[in-house]
């Protein structure tokens, strides 16, 4: 099975602008995770989305938001971006079954806002 | 709520010697676990998961890790460290309230000295 994809790999954008970013899952998941990464604050968890529903969400402003389409594939929205949002954004796959649960990672896209 | 201690930010090791990577955790609800290894510029690999079953459990790379529920703790381990294995290892928590949210550690890099 091909692994989760993301694209673009690296953006740059600046300040006050928006991005949308792309994530397709791993044939067959429903669930797909959203994860900022930065050196000051590590991994943090943005939002779950499953079969088009948030079902999770984490504490990040209302200018981060995503959706799921009805292919599983998931997008993430950050408008009027700041400094701040340079990060890499990873997105995440899963499954549940039998009771476990894993999580299959995607390279991430590299955001850099001037 | 969930919680990921990850004990020394950074671990240096001599190749050959043992590699002790520490993670504390606290869950509400009973946690799935993980560690995560990730190389400069690439997204998170899975290296193993403890889900309910064994508590100690084999990942890849000749790493292992041991759920002690009473100390609430995840230690991962290698008994002998290659020079490849240096790079920064995430432990994470994940559980199922509603939705899936996973709270990762700080992170520790791994040094491996020749």
């Known amino acids: 099975k091909a692994g989760v994809t993301q694209t673009p790999r690296y953006l740059i954008k600046t300040r006050g602008q928006q991005v949308t970013l792309s994530c397709s899952p791993i044939?067959?998941?429903?669930?797909v995770s959203w994860y900022q990464q930065t050196p000051g604050q590590g991994l943090q968890f943005l939002f779950e989305?499953?079969?088009?529903?948030?079902?999770n969400k984490g504490n990040f402003p209302g200018r981060f938001s995503g959706r799921q389409f009805s292919n599983s594939r998931s997008e993430m929205n950050v408008s009027t971006l700041e400094l701040g949002d340079s990060a890499l954004y990873l997105c995440?796959?899963?499954?549940?079954?039998?009771?476990?649960?894993?999580?299959?990672f995607g390279p991430g896209t590299r955001l850099t806002v001037t | 709520a969930q919680s990921v201690t990850q004990l020394g930010s950074h671990v240096s090791v001599s190749e050959g010697a043992l590699v002790l990577l520490r993670c504390n955790y606290s869950?509400?609800?009973?946690?799935?676990l993980f560690w995560y290894v990730q190389y400069p510029n690439q997204g998170l690999q899975l290296l193993l998961k403890?889900?309910?079953?064994?508590?100690l459990v084999k990942g890849i790379n000749g790493f292992e890790a041991e759920f002690k529920k009473s100390e609430t703790s995840f230690h991962l381990t290698k008994p002998s460290a290659h020079m490849s294995d240096a790079a920064e290892y995430f432990c994470?928590?994940?559980?199922?309230?509603?939705?899936?949210?996973?709270?990762f550690g700080a992170g520790t890099r791994l040094f491996v000295k020749a």
């Open positions: 403890y889900t309910s079953a064994a508590t």
């Open positions: 869950s509400s609800v009973p946690p799935y």
């Open positions: 995440a796959s899963s499954q549940t079954t039998g009771g476990s649960y894993e999580q299959y």
């Open positions: 994470a928590v994940s559980a199922y309230t509603g939705g899936f949210k996973t709270i």
């Open positions: 989305y499953f079969s088009e529903t948030q079902r």
């Open positions: 044939s067959g998941h429903r669930s």
